[in-house]
């Protein structure tokens, strides 16, 4: 299994401020996905991060509001850029590894007053 | 589009068997997954089950796959107090191990006394 390590765990910001979230993984891997869980709903993926190349977003995300870095193979950053309250969400990153299983950091959870 | 639905609530007595259950829509899917997600906690990967399978067992969890019906259930048996959590149901369309996962809303178990 795949050791993954977010920071911060949980935060409380303010409307208009920006967070990075770090993801760190203890293996080398290809591809990293970020993932935001809104309150009551289910994971709903904002993009898949690519070492070496721009990050590939899904519908109903951008990447001024979305950066994401990923400058090696074990390390990611999601910015929360210009945060408003509906972005209070847990951000979890993941990983693929062998047989298709996803392992998923413990989640940054994020409050926005 | 892709849609993975589950129903958000289930309560088992202790010592009794939960079943949990949910539909996808995608054809395509390759893997299907259920997830547990504990208070406070990250997603952990529970089982996993191909497509051309139609059951796996693995110690107290029993996957069953209806691929005509696009059904798939998760049988815990024996639920005790730690089962308690939300239970995600999850596909993957393609065959790519890099490909995204799609997420049902969770189902949450309660267990009564």
Redesign the interface.
Known sequence: SAVISQKPSRDICQRGTSLTIQCQVDSQVTMMFWYRQQPGQSLTLIATANQGSEATYESGFVIDKFPISRPNLTFSTLTVSNMSPEDSSIYLCSVPRADNEQFFGPGTRLTVL | GED?EQSLFLSVREGDSSVINCTYTDSSS??L?WYKQEPG???Q?LT?IFSNMDMKQDQRLTVLLNKKDKHLSLRIADTQTGDSAIY?CAE?PQVD??D??I????TRLHILP
């Open positions: 993975v390759t893997y997954y906690a990250g997603l990967l996993y995600f993957t191990r890099d995204k996962i997420f049902g809303k969770g």
